[in-house]
């Protein structure tokens, strides 16, 4: 590992200041970004430690009735606070479902939202990747590509962004807040990851010395907490990304679908947004015809990227699956198998 | 650049000076401070060898920045043991066989206790397998650990109520 220089602001306002340097990066808890340091795909010269800043670890109800999540929160906090997981019940499946007990400890919300990709290519300094060096090409395509992304990826970078945490996030429209060099600004959530398009090196939409303070759930969205789940198919059922992912939640009415939210993981280098099942789904009786419909709507547009043709399918059978959990109402406690097809009591078929 | 920081190791105040920014926990404990309990497997989050508490939470502490911990607690597997007197953890690994070659054993053990204080997966087998899953076993002593920690939380249990009455 490259050696650096440490330092640690002691306000949100200095942190910006020394991460604004070039070839500065904010350390959280540092589990992604040590790995990556470790194995040299990344190599900042400088460590901005955000870890001592006060009044980012908080959980908190605002006036309008969104609730804000400071980006210091722990994975594990979040999860766990009773609160938060009786509104946003399909978040904190998705948190339990990700990395371990450990890895969660420590992990910060602002670190698994800008966690980068676990493409291989991406990990290995020895292959050629655009996303770790503009313009070195991609070893991904015509590689080890099975895990790799069927929705919006290009010719430059067929990689997929690992967060579970952001999937049901999208979901409810979550925001981001930042603060820069100039000064406060909210990104949607769904703004935030760029596609690969031309520019795989560019992971969001952030700038130099941008730091996430927080993150913001509309009030609205609690209104699906009885009908939210989120369902992951893993190589192994637990501590492992996902092969696909689904966040479904539903507003129902006799039976009714008033409002669908829809979005899958481990399929794009964003958490992706399923609008067009969600306008699908709105309006019409909850069935499995219609879940089925809406799940093929979702992947119009998904197209293999290389031996991965396998992921349409599984995506568009975890969409049904997630929406017939849902439907069925969210359990009063999360799965011993967080998010498993395999937990006791969702092995059946739709 | 050299930082100095106080860290409660153990239950003792140590002051250290780091000279390198890069040091992690983990070679901070195995190589500066001769405490060699807690293991290296794979020094990439992966494994859970390195598992120890850090102000009572379990983490691997292969990924964790000594630089960045100040006035922490920290709590390894050599400080579990009161004297002579095991851990109930420590009892019941070896009450159970939950152990093979040894070498995963003090990062099963310290998530162990991290996992039992967290108390979110009770006497439920499945919820402790997921709730370990982050500490692999190249033995593949599984069944022994998972039957250890069951039993080591009801020991525990026990004592603390009678603590109480
Ligand atoms: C073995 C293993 C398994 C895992 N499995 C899963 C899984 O199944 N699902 C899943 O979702 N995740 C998984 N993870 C990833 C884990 O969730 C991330 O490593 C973690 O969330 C990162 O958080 P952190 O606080 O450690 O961030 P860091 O590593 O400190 O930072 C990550 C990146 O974000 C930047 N950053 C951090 N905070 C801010 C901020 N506030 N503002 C601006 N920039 C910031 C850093 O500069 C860095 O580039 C796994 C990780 C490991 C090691
Ligand atoms: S898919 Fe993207 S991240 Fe992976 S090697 Fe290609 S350019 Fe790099
Ligand atoms: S050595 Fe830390 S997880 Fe393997
Ligand atoms: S006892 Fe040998 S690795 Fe677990």
Redesign the interface.
Known sequence: MKSFEYVRPTTVREAVAAASEPGSAYLAAGSNLLDLMKGGVVAPDRLVDITHLTGLDRIETLANGSVRIGALVRNAELAHDAHFASHFPAVAEALLSGATAQLRNAATVGGNLLQRTRCGYFYDAASACNKRVAGAGCDARGGDNRLHAVLGWSENCIATHPSDFCVPLVAFDTVVEVEGRAGKRDIPLDQLHCLPADAPERDTVLERGDMIVAIRLPAAADRFAPHSRYLKVRERTSYAFAVVSAAAALRLDAGRILEARVALGGVALKPWRAREAELLLAGNQADAALFHRAATAALVDAKPSGDNGFKIELARRIIVRALSLAASGTPARVAALPASAFASGVTHHV | ?S?TKTLVINGLKRTIVLD???V?LLDLLRERLDLPGTKKGC???QC?AC?VLVNG????SC???A??L?NAEILTIEGVAQGEQLHPVQDAFIACDGLQCGYCTPGQIM?AI??IQ?A?AGD?A??V???M??NLCRCGAYQGITQAVLDAQKVMRASKQQEVV
Do not use: W
């Not at chain 2, 939470?57 to 691997?60: E, F």
């Open positions: 650049m930082l390198d920014p890069r992690t020094d990439r989050g859970g598992t939470r379990r983490i691997n990924l964790t920045l630089a960045s100040d998530s991290g996992l967290e979110q439920d499945e919820r397998r997921e709730g899953s982050g």
